[in-house]
């Protein structure tokens, strides 16, 4: 089967729900660590932003692999991949960490899970990590387990997803802090729940284990969604962009720093802990950063989708940075993007001009998330 174009093979790996995700006329796919993301399913991205900011959706996002690290050294490894100090984590407390080379460059910006003493999983963007992680340990002899467990998580998101879920698992699931998880009981089996995903209008994310349940476990939330207009969906890139959630390899890579990314506060520096590339991050906060992740308004009616990075200038025509991710928002009437500016102009309100494919250089401002 093919989808816009896109080959399927064995190398491209289905998820537990993309049965369900094709019954429901799926669109589309993008490719994430190797395996399917469904990248479209209402007529256009502008009804499926509207119907997710007022009612429910439910999203396939397996791709969010686990990297999981187990062993009397998993602490002590996922110390060193990260420059967030981990030694507060604790079960029901997700982490969002930035993840490092040696030369300070992000590899990752995974969600992390303490879910034992010994045992960890990093929750992860579109990037190898769990081959960087057994290099190290292999590099440096810790006694550690480092596998991709059958875990395949499913977000139901949207202002309506407590009521939904709380029907599926009853009252406690609103005790959750953000970025917090716990076990509960569903299809008959312990699963985690974590209130999180990959939108600022509320929502959970199921992190099925057992591959087998994929279909029930879908169609489960599909008919205890009914009563509250449940369409499926996937991460929209007009909410994505107004509420400043950054994509690995879009917005940055690893020749891109922390400090680039918004995610000084993130890194320690204290000598009790020590980590890859913590020498060259050190460095790089001595000096200052050069350019950082700033978000962009720009006009000129409709932008054309940014498959490739759109140059930004200042109004005396220098180059100051690249819009990275770019579309129209039919609810502040202009075009949103995000990109790497120049110290000179990250201040907010700092006049722009964005230049396009469709030829065109649209005058826009510099301005903070949320958007």
Not at 9 to 18: A, G, K, V
Not at 107 to 129: R, T
Request: aromatic share 10%; glycine share 10%.
């Amino acid at each position: 089967m093919s989808h816009s174009g896109l080959n399927m093979s064995r190398r491209i790996r289905r998820t537990p729900y993309t049965d369900r995700v094709e019954t429901h006329g799926v669109r589309g796919f993008s490719v994430v660590n190797h395996m399917l993301l469904p990248k479209a399913f209402a007529p256009s991205v502008e009804q499926d932003y509207w119907h997710l900011r007022e009612n429910v959706q439910i999203w396939d996002v397996s791709c969010q692999r686990q990297v999981e690290i187990k062993g009397p050294d998993a602490a002590k490894l996922v110390q060193l991949m990260t420059p967030r100090d981990i030694r507060k984590a604790h079960f029901g407390q997700g982490i969002y960490v930035p993840l490092i080379d040696e030369k300070a460059g992000m590899l990752n910006d995974p969600v992390l899970q303490k879910l034992d003493e010994n045992l960890f999983w990093f929750s992860i963007a579109d990037s190898d990590i769990l081959l960087w992680a057994k290099g190290l340990a292999y590099g440096l002899h810790l006694d550690v387990e480092i596998n991709e467990p059958d875990v395949s998580p499913l977000a139901v998101q949207g202002p309506k997803s407590s009521e939904l879920m709380a029907s599926l698992v009853g009252d406690a699931i609103y005790d959750l802090p953000y970025f917090g998880f716990a076990k509960f009981e569903i299809l008959g089996t312990s699963q985690i729940i974590a209130r999180s995903g990959y939108s600022k209008q509320g929502g959970y994310e199921i992190y099925l284990n057992g591959s087998q349940l994929g279909s029930d476990l879908w169609d489960l939330i599909w008919e205890a969604g009914q009563p509250h207009s449940i369409t499926p969906g996937c991460p929209n890139l007009i909410e994505r962009i107004e509420a400043g959630l950054m994509s690995y390899g879009n917005e940055f890579t690893n020749l891109n720093n922390p400090f680039e990314c918004r995610f000084d506060h993130l890194c320690y520096f204290g000598d009790e802990i020590d980590y890859v590339g913590k020498d060259a991050l050190l460095k790089i906060a001595q000096e200052s950063p050069k350019q950082k992740i700033c978000g962009i308004k720009f006009g000129g009616g409709k932008t054309p989708p940014c498959g490739k990075p759109f140059s930004v200038t200042s109004e005396d025509k220098s180059v100051i940075g690249q819009v990275t991710s770019a579309i129209y928002s039919p609810r502040l009437e202009c075009n949103v993007g995000m990109s790497m500016i120049l110290q000179s102009h990250w201040k907010s309100g700092s006049p722009v001009v964005v230049h396009t494919p469709d030829g065109l250089s649209r005058d826009g401002i510099v301005a903070s998330f949320p958007l």
